[in-house]
């Protein structure tokens, strides 16, 4: 007896129905259809294609048709891990499913502590704009935490996943009175979700219309809650005295917050949010999206980041950590020609040397080898730390690129996790 069956590569569809068929037809010789073409956007199989398969009694799968394709390969691993648990496929969680597919083509060897993964606490959402079709796909993403999550950091190899509020979070919620309270809320979400997975820690959400209070807010979420730190999305925008302000934080009053993070000894997290509104953007045919992530995101994080080293903060704060996300938005990059720059104009420029004693630059967001180089020759591995922008990129994707970068392995155990471990005084869990 055979049948026809189509089988995903997708968690929300988890392929429920097509197991249970399976599972009912036992030994039998089965017809699978495999659409491969969306949801294997790593695996280099692009094709719609029919596979006969027969599971016989010893649990190996005999094929028919298409032997040795990788597909036929697929199926049959798929039901050989089903035999090895020695259980049903029936009583598979969608999780178990998931790994045991993604398995064939081999899980992430590479343990990792993930930094950049975010997501939209339940008080949150309705603050929440959605400026393109892309980031509103990524919604039931960035509000789940219990299924998908997990299953995509089992495949990544990620033993902990740092989770931080989406951009923009508190940081454009005028008036500052609901960027204070929301911050609050927020965090103590936060640390609810986080203490229902050990795998979970926390960035705190800083209210940073308010120095003062940004810093008490940090203090109670490490001292407290155990929070991995801070981040912050950019410049703030809660003031309502100012709206049209942009606060960078080079006010002395935020040497509170500063000297906060140094004796606390964690770092403080800079995340791109948008870039500001200007005519460049907003009038320049075929210009607008740049304003975002493709550009505007790391321009304006650079930009923000040059605002504290040229104000002083951490000449005042020598042991000021903070770390900067997508290879280290842009800053790298310019920092020799930045100090060259004011050399020659005769004023004082140590952005390159402030970035090697306090930055640390992260990979997410990017999969690009070249990139990656330039950025280790700058910082060194000691200061570089995976993560992965989870749900905006493919973390899976992400992590076979980390994976397969040509570096070291005592660099890349640095980047992956170690450096982490040391900077949060973390560890990999137990379970
Ligand atoms: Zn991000």
Redesign the pocket.
């Known amino acids: 007896m055979s049948d026809s069956l189509t089988l995903y590569y997708n968690h929300h569809a988890c392929a429920q129905h097509v197991v249970k068929r399976a599972v009912a037809h036992g030994n039998t010789s089965v017809e699978v259809e495999w659409d491969v073409s969306e949801p294997w956007r790593s695996v280099p199989l692009h094709i719609k294609r029919t596979t006969h398969y027969k599971n016989n009694r010893n649990g190996k799968v005999e094929m028919r048709g298409e032997s040795g394709s990788p597909v036929c390969k697929l199926v049959a691993c798929f039901f050989f891990l089903c035999s090895m648990k020695k259980k049903t496929m029936a009583t598979w969680t969608c999780e178990e499913k998931v790994d045991a597919l993604y398995g064939r083509f081999g899980k992430s060897a590479i343990p990792k502590i993930a930094i950049?993964e975010?997501i939209i606490l339940p008080s949150q959402l309705k603050h929440v704009h959605w400026p393109s079709p892309v980031l509103k796909q990524r919604q039931a993403d960035l509000l789940e935490y219990e299924t998908k999550r997990p299953s995509v950091m089992r495949q990544a190899n990620i033993k902990i996943s740092i989770l931080s509020a989406f951009?923009d979070g508190v940081q454009a919620l005028p008036p500052c009175l609901l960027s204070k309270s929301s911050a609050k809320k927020w965090n103590d979400e936060l640390y609810a979700i986080a203490k229902t997975n050990p795998r979970f820690k926390c960035f705190a959400a800083l209210p940073m219309c308010d120095a003062r209070d940004a810093a008490d807010e940090m203090r109670r979420c490490c001292e407290t809650m155990g929070f991995c730190g801070a981040l912050i999305n950019g410049r703030d925008t809660s003031s309502e005295n100012e709206e049209s302000y942009s606060n960078r934080y080079v006010d002395p009053a935020y040497d509170e917050l500063w000297k906060t993070a140094v004796e606390l000894d964690l770092p403080i997290y800079i995340?791109?949010r948008m870039a500001d509104s200007t005519p460049f953007f907003d009038e320049t045919p075929n210009c607008a999206m740049l304003r975002g992530s493709p550009w505007g995101f790391h321009s304006s994080t650079a930009r923000l980041v040059m605002a504290l080293i040229f104000n002083g903060v951490c000449d005042r704060h020598p042991k000021i950590k903070f770390i900067l996300?997508h290879m280290g938005e842009i800053i790298v990059w310019m920092a020799w020609r930045i100090d060259h720059r004011y050399k020659m104009e005769g004023r004082k420029s140590n952005v390159l040397a402030t970035l090697k004693r306090n930055f640390y630059a992260t990979v997410?967001?990017w999969m690009d080898n070249t990139a990656f180089t330039h950025v280790q020759s700058i910082m060194g591995s000691e200061r570089i730390m995976y993560a992965s922008?989870y749900p905006?990129e493919d973390t899976v994707e992400h992590a076979k690129w980390f994976d397969a970068l040509p570096i070291d392995d005592a660099d890349k155990r640095l980047i992956a996790y170690e450096n982490a471990m040391r900077l949060f005084k973390i560890d990999f869990p137990k379970t």
Request: overall charge negative; aromatic content about 0%.
């Open positions: 950049e975010h951009s995340h791109p996300g997410s967001g922008d905006m």
